[in-house]
């Protein structure tokens, strides 16, 4: 079955500070990337990848896909208590399905 | 903004026992999916739904579970014969078309089996 691996599982830092998350997959008919937030119950859209190499950003959060490395990451600029949630990866492949990995908890604090 | 509502918010339920979990997806929506989250765990995919039919179903998705689309607003998911495992946050969510990626999740039903 194909694999979202994420990483950090958990991650603690202060409000202020950058953060970069990972997201790898393994590919069977790949379509894109995609993350989303999910901070108290229904995750929520972030951003959607498909092609290498081209940020995506929006204000302090920004991420790209690198196809060759099979891999995303997040960031996040000028961290605040507010970010802290968790933070999931999904890959969709060609049939539509779309499948999340484990998620990184991530908690800023004060 | 227009959102995916599901009801109920809880459910609790005995073993065994039969359980319908409703959502009313995005009006322009076409595309509706089923995922669950057992506490700690991953989002799980269990099924995806177009036209009628189911076009996309995980391994969870088994004879226990069905879906429909029984009037022009609503998607459930029937779960008969609840098991304890079954016990988890299911959330609906739908998309305008299954290319963009770009899901919309609603708020979820946590499911207790007891």
């Known amino acids: 079955e194909d694999k979202v691996v994420q990483s950090p599982l958990s991650l603690v830092v202060h409000e202020g500070d950058t953060v970069t998350l990972n997201c790898s997959y393994e590919?069977?008919?790949?379509?894109?990337l995609l993350w989303y937030k999910q901070e108290k119950k229904a995750p929520t859209f972030l951003f959607m990848l498909?092609?290498?190499?081209i940020e995506k950003k929006s204000g302090r959060l920004s991420s790209i896909l690198d196809k060759k490395e099979l891999s995303s990451i997040l960031n996040i600029t000028a961290t605040q208590t507010g970010d802290s949630a968790i933070y999931l990866c999904a890959r969709r492949d060609n049939n539509n399905d779309m499948r999340f990995g484990a998620g990184t908890r991530l908690t800023v604090k004060p | 903004e227009p959102e995916v509502t599901q009801t109920p918010s809880h459910q609790v339920t005995q073993m065994g026992q039969e359980v319908i979990l409703r959502c009313v997806p995005i009006s322009n929506h076409l595309y509706f999916y089923w995922y669950r989250q057992i506490l700690g765990q991953k989002v799980e995919f269990l099924v995806s739904?177009?036209?009628?039919?189911?076009?996309?179903k995980s391994e969870i998705f088994d004879d226990q579970f069905s879906v429909e689309r029984p009037d022009g607003s609503n998607f459930t998911l029937k779960i008969r014969s609840t098991k304890l495992e079954d016990s988890a946050m299911y959330f609906c969510?739908?998309?305008?078309?299954?290319?963009?990626?770009?899901?919309?999740f609603g708020s979820g039903t946590q499911l207790s089996v007891l």
């Open positions: 969510a739908s998309s305008v078309t299954p290319g963009t990626g770009k899901l919309f």
């Open positions: 739904f177009y036209n009628n039919e189911i076009s996309e």
């Open positions: 498909t092609s290498s190499g």
């Open positions: 590919v069977t008919n790949f379509r894109s």
